[in-house]
């Protein structure tokens, strides 16, 4: 597998000593990374001023922000809090030049769909492991929406948007359960003529149906059946959940350091994001949730996890889209588990930020933990990491899986490579080191 770290400036490595003490404390995780994308381009796409708090700022976000003020949208950022002042379905100008995405899958495959009904020219592109990952899957059915969308002959990045094309309503059975896709044919869906019809094989997250409604742009589900019709959308105001995806790391150390007792503050809980609470529960995790509240849509809440000696299981394939974003972590769980942990049915972790499979499967081994691959999949079996050095692969949350790895180790556990763990969680080390997980971070190379 070669080494897809991406971005300018020096090698950024972990250190993770095994600790000796319970992890303690109250914390809270950045912004969820994909309702920040999500409200960056239908505020931008909206008429008013929406005020956004709770922004997850990452090198991932930050590369949505910066290709909607490329083409002419006004964003004012204070810290964590966004001004977008909309510039309605048809208000967006030609970008000066290529819209480089970074490492940003979702900034990529929805501004896809957004820019298919523009009436300006488009190139997208992005960083090693942006350009590897695959884009037919939604240049195919844009283009059966009568887009115009060339990608290389391999199906990926950088891809050609020729605009000023009437779009044409489809009605399209997803042949992958994948939300980018989905959110991506919604978005073209709003420049559409006549209603699009998408059927999702399994549900995945739908914050971009349920923001759509809070812009007042209703989306109707029934059963697999999702129907967005052309529409203006409206300005309004919204808090931004903690990342479920970033407290995962939280909840699986608060599992694997004996006596450990941690509370993480206003997680998002979207009932498509959490099955990573229904797996660790079905290990036997303690993980309590408390004050449960809505915003703009969007259910949060308070988890609070405590010790307790997690098993093995069979993980329910029918919980795997739910929970994809979560295998790092669940994987590393599966380590200081007793007994095997099998996971099927998770080939879409193949062609995420790296093959997280393979990248897994590398590092349990070369701590001594036994991990067998499949296509779809991997078993893990528990036991006790040793000291080793590891490779995150450019991979933001391999990068943070292992660390999680170093907690109870039998030695010391250097991640190399883990700088984008600035696409997602900003201050990772730091919010590990408030509850007592020293991770030492060095600039090397
Ligand atoms: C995301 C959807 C998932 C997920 C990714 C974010 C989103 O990808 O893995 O990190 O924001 O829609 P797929 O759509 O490829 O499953």
């Known amino acids: 597998m070669s080494n897809s770290s991406a971005g300018a400036g020096s090698r950024v490595d972990y250190l993770v000593n095994p600790v000796d003490r319970p992890l303690q404390g109250r ?3 950045p912004g969820d990374k994909s309702i920040s994308h999500r409200v960056v381009i239908l505020a931008s796409l909206a008429e008013g001023v929406s005020g956004c708090s709770g922004f997850l700022d990452s090198a991932d976000t930050r590369a949505t922000v910066s290709a909607m003020r490329r083409m002419g949208v006004q964003i004012i950022q204070e810290d964590n809090y966004l001004s977008i ?3 309605g379905l048809h ?35 992005g960083d090693e492991s942006l350009v590897r990952r695959p884009m037919r899957r939604v240049a195919d059915p844009l283009n059966a929406m009568n887009a115009e969308v060339r990608i290389t002959p391999q199906g990926t990045l950088p891809a050609q948007i020729t605009g000023n094309r ?60 999702i129907t967005i019709d052309s529409g203006v959308l409206q300005a309004n105001d919204i808090h931004i959940p903690g990342d479920i995806s970033s407290a995962a790391f939280f909840l699986v150390a608060g599992c694997i350091v004996p006596g450990s007792d941690l509370l993480i503050e206003g997680v998002g809980l979207n009932p498509t994001r959490r099955a990573v609470l229904d797996i660790l529960k079905l290990m036997g995790a303690d993980i309590t949730t408390s004050n449960i509240v809505e915003a703009a849509g969007e259910p949060l809440a308070d988890l609070r996890v ?10 329910p394939v029918d919980l795997v889209p739910g929970a994809i974003d979560e295998f790092p972590a669940i994987m590393v769980a599966a380590c200081y588990a ?41 078993s ?12 995150s692969y450019g991979d933001h949350r391999i990068a943070m899986a292992f660390s999680l790895a170093g907690l109870g180790a039998a030695g010391p556990i250097t991640v190399r490579n883990c700088k984008n763990v600035d696409t997602s969680f900003p201050g990772f080390t730091g919010c590990a080191a408030e509850v007592g997980w020293e991770i030492k971070a060095a600039h090397a190379g």
């Not at 967006?92 to 523009?118: E, F, V």
């Not at 405590?306 to 993980?315: A, C, D, E, F, V």
């Not at 893990?380 to 490779?391: E, F, H, I, L, S």
């Open 166 to 225: 009437r779009l044409r309503a489809i009605d399209y059975e997803l042949p992958v359960a994948s939300a980018q896709l989905k959110s991506a044919l919604l978005l073209a869906g709003l420049y559409a003529e006549g209603r699009t019809v998408i059927t999702e094989p399994a549900p995945t997250r739908d914050h971009t149906e349920r923001l759509l409604a809070h812009f007042a742009c209703p989306v109707k589900r029934s059963g697999k059946r």
């Open 306 to 315: 405590k010790y307790r000696p997690l098993q093995g299981i069979s993980i």
């Open 380 to 391: 893990v079996t528990g036991g006790r990491p040793g000291a080793a050095t590891v490779d």
């Open 91 to 125: 208000g967006l100008s030609a970008p000066p030049d290529i819209l480089d995405l970074g490492n940003s899958g979702t900034s990529a495959r929805l501004l896809l769909g957004a820019l298919a009904g523009q009436r300006f020219a488009s190139t997208l592109s």
């Open 85 to 87: 002042h909309g510039a």
């Open 27 to 29: 914390i809270r995780v």
């Open 338 to 378: 007793a007994g095997e942990t099998v996971l099927r049915g998770a080939q879409e972790l193949r062609v995420k930020e790296s093959d997280r499979i393979q990248a897994l499967a590398h590092g349990l081994e070369r701590t001594g933990i036994g991990a067998e691959t499949r296509p779809d999949g991997l």
